[in-house]
Nanobody
Framework: QVQLVESGGGSVQAGGSLRLSCAAS????????MAWFRQAPGKEREGVAS????????IYADSVKGRFTISQDNAKNTVYLQMNSLKSEDAGMYYC??????????????????WGQGTQVTVSS
């Protein structure tokens, strides 16, 4: 079993920054791939960034490239999402996901089997 706990969400003005954290616990080989997803009201959950914990390969959605950075701290079993230059369209509930096999570690929703409870990001213009 794997547990994920997100934190770091909040309210920020457009152009501001936030750093989200996802603390993971449980069987390591179930969480070698970790990712951030987001969901705005009335929209489907979409992949934002993923990271392969073995090797650090990262993938980003086009909409966040150059603004968001996903990183890992293996000693703390934590993955971070640094979000800079936030826009109103970045607002939503942000979820940490894991459980996808390493060979499909990316931004597709289906391979992920474990989810955190989410952390809300609000961006005001």
């Amino acid at each position: 079993q794997v547990q994920l706990v997100e934190s770091g969400g909040g309210s920020v003005q457009a152009g501001g920054s936030l750093r989200l954290s996802c603390a993971a616990s449980g069987y390591y080989y179930n969480r070698v791939c970790m990712a951030w997803f987001r969901q705005a009201p009335g929209k489907e959950r979409e992949g934002v960034a993923s990271i392969l914990m073995t090797g650090g390969r990262t993938i980003y959605a086009d909409s966040v490239k150059g603004r968001f950075t996903i990183s890992q701290d293996n000693a703390k079993n934590t993955v971070y999402l640094q979000m800079n230059s936030l826009k109103s369209e970045d607002a939503g509930m942000y979820y940490c996901g894991t459980g996808a096999p390493s060979f499909v570690c990316g931004l597709g929703l289906r391979p992920y089997t474990y989810w955190g409870q989410g952390t809300q990001v609000t961006v005001s213009s």
